[in-house]
């Protein structure tokens, strides 16, 4: 399987609640961190934990995956509880495996000012 | 030149302030968009602009991309003001040139309490 495929069956199978499956993907060392938070989960076990009793409704609409061999990117909305998230994921594998995931969750913000008067909102 | 290439040369030219040579790697109808504040700026000049009058210090330590043919991310270590912001910006290159740039700025932010005891703190 290659990278992409990797990514897309990690969401599949997230959505899915298929936790065997998607425990299959991780290393048993795999490490998660939440740069945000400074949040660390470290070893497949208690990553299964983390998602399997993630609190409320979700679900990941994957929007977007870039992915070269031994690394990738997914953006997903994330549909939590009636409301959408952007969340970011970055991937490190070995053989196969995941062996490292970076999570971000950009959320919105009031911009500051700015210098430039071309600025649009969309 | 490949887009890893492309995106190595987008933020030491930025971090030089070489704006003639930044603005070489951009299409004229590059479209740069901010999710979190929903601002959007349209077309090679007004993305200089908005790039040339950016308030304070600020300096890009790039720490990692991933690319494929015609996109790309990056993650920056934004140095401003003595201060650090994680950058991550997502490129797209249409015959060699940036055409959309879709940057996100993910804040510390205080994290829910967990339903595992398995979070550590790093």
């Known amino acids: 399987m290659d990278t ?17 499956g998607y425990g299959a993907l991780l ?3 795999v490490v998660y961190d939440m740069p945000q938070t400074r949040e660390r989960l470290t070893g ?9 009793t993630y609190p ?6 994957l929007l977007q995956v ?3 061999e031994d690394r990738a ?5 994330m549909h939590l509880n009636g409301s959408v998230e ?11 495996l995941i062996t490292r995931l970076t999570d971000h ?18």
């Open 56 to 61: 409320g409704q979700w679900r990941a609409e």
């Open 66 to 68: 870039i992915a070269q």
């Open 4 to 20: 992409q495929t990797l990514v897309e069956r990690y969401w599949q199978l997230a959505n899915a609640r298929d936790w065997a």
């Open 105 to 122: 969750w950009p959320a919105p913000y009031v911009p500051p000012p700015r210098m430039t008067a071309a600025i649009e909102f969309y």
């Open 44 to 52: 497949r076990e208690h990553y299964l934990e983390f998602n399997r």
């Open 86 to 96: 952007t969340g970011i994921t970055f991937f490190e594998f070995t053989n196969g």
């Open 73 to 77: 990117v997914s953006v997903v909305a």
């Open 27 to 29: 290393s048993p060392e």
